[in-house]
């Protein structure tokens, strides 16, 4: 996985450009969503700047296995608007054996009625491109985090303090830095053979560094 590391104001001013007024209709959208406390029945509007997210992310690369595909004119089709912390719903991430083993712990998934991130829905903090098998088939509504969830919250850079999500996001400069996070861990497995999540954590790194496609464990 690599890093995009745009700039909030930059993102913006390129959203405006491809599609003027979309920050104010998104804005009100989420208004919306907050007076009604949940997305159900709310228009959706994020593909409309889809383009923005494929050029910035090297020309169409997915923002998780980075597989390149078709350009922006031919190829919108083939890449979602991925929304990092799932708009409507979060369901259980079982993880696997091997990071149970060295002790990583899941906070509970929220309950079926409790829906998702709804006031994320039309935050561009949350967005990414991905392909169709990392977004809907590999990673899905499943989003793993340490600490509680806290499904109202309005800005994932706060977020990310208060939930200790375990897995990465690469874009922006609100996002992570995974490019660092795999030099630590070559590091750590150069020095002392078998990566341990416990290891990259001792430094800092508190999440499970993914590269590649996600896996259902």
Same mark, same amino acid.
């Given at each position: 996985?690599?890093?995009?590391?745009?700039?909030?104001?930059?993102?913006?001013?390129?959203? #405006?450009?491809?599609?003027?007024?979309?920050?104010?209709?998104?804005?009100?959208?989420?208004?919306?969503?907050?007076?009604?406390?949940?997305?159900?029945?709310?228009?959706?509007?994020?593909?409309?700047?889809?383009?923005?997210?494929?050029?910035?992310?090297?020309?169409?690369?997915?923002?998780?296995? &980075? $597989?390149?595909?078709?350009?922006?004119?031919?190829?919108?089709?083939?890449?979602?608007? #991925?929304?990092?912390?799932?708009? /409507?719903?979060?369901?259980?991430?079982?993880? =696997?054996? &091997?990071?149970?083993?060295?002790?990583?712990? %899941?906070?509970?998934?929220? =309950?079926?009625?409790?829906?998702?991130?709804?006031?994320? !829905?039309?935050? +561009?903090? /949350?967005?990414?491109?991905?392909?169709?098998?990392?977004?809907?088939?590999?990673? !899905?509504? $499943?989003?793993?985090?340490?600490? !509680?969830?806290?499904? /109202?919250?309005?800005?994932?850079?706060?977020?990310?303090?208060? #939930?200790?999500?375990?897995?990465?996001?690469?874009?922006?400069?609100?996002?992570? &830095?995974? #490019?660092?996070? =795999?030099?630590?861990?070559?590091? %750590?497995?150069?020095?002392?053979?078998?990566?341990? +999540?416990? =290891?990259?954590?001792?430094?800092?790194?508190?999440?499970?560094?993914?590269?590649? $496609?996600?896996? $259902? !464990?």
């Amino acid at each position: 996985m690599i890093g995009y590391p745009v700039t909030l104001a930059v993102l913006r001013k390129d959203i #405006e450009s491809h599609k003027k007024g979309w920050l104010a209709r998104a804005q009100e959208l989420t208004k919306q969503a907050r007076k009604q406390g949940n997305f159900d029945g709310i228009t959706s509007i994020w593909s409309e700047i889809k383009p923005v997210f494929m050029r910035l992310q090297g020309d169409s690369k997915c923002a998780y296995c &980075e $597989r390149k595909l078709e350009s922006e004119e031919y190829g919108t089709i083939e890449q979602d608007v #991925e929304h990092f912390r799932p708009k /409507n719903r979060v369901t259980a991430w079982k993880p =696997s054996k &091997e990071l149970v083993d060295v002790g990583v712990k %899941l906070a509970g998934a929220p =309950s079926k009625g409790d829906g998702g991130y709804y006031l994320l !829905a039309h935050q +561009v903090l /949350n967005y990414a491109a991905g392909c169709k098998p990392c977004n809907s088939t590999c990673k !899905a509504d $499943r989003f793993p985090v340490a600490k !509680a969830y806290v499904l /109202n919250g309005d800005d994932p850079r706060k977020l990310k303090t208060m #939930e200790k999500p375990y897995l990465l996001f690469p874009v922006g400069k609100w996002g992570d &830095e995974p #490019e660092k996070i =795999s030099r630590v861990l070559r590091h %750590l497995a150069a020095s002392g053979g078998e990566i341990r +999540v416990r =290891s990259a954590a001792r430094l800092g790194y508190d999440r499970v560094f993914c590269t590649g $496609r996600y896996r $259902r !464990a």
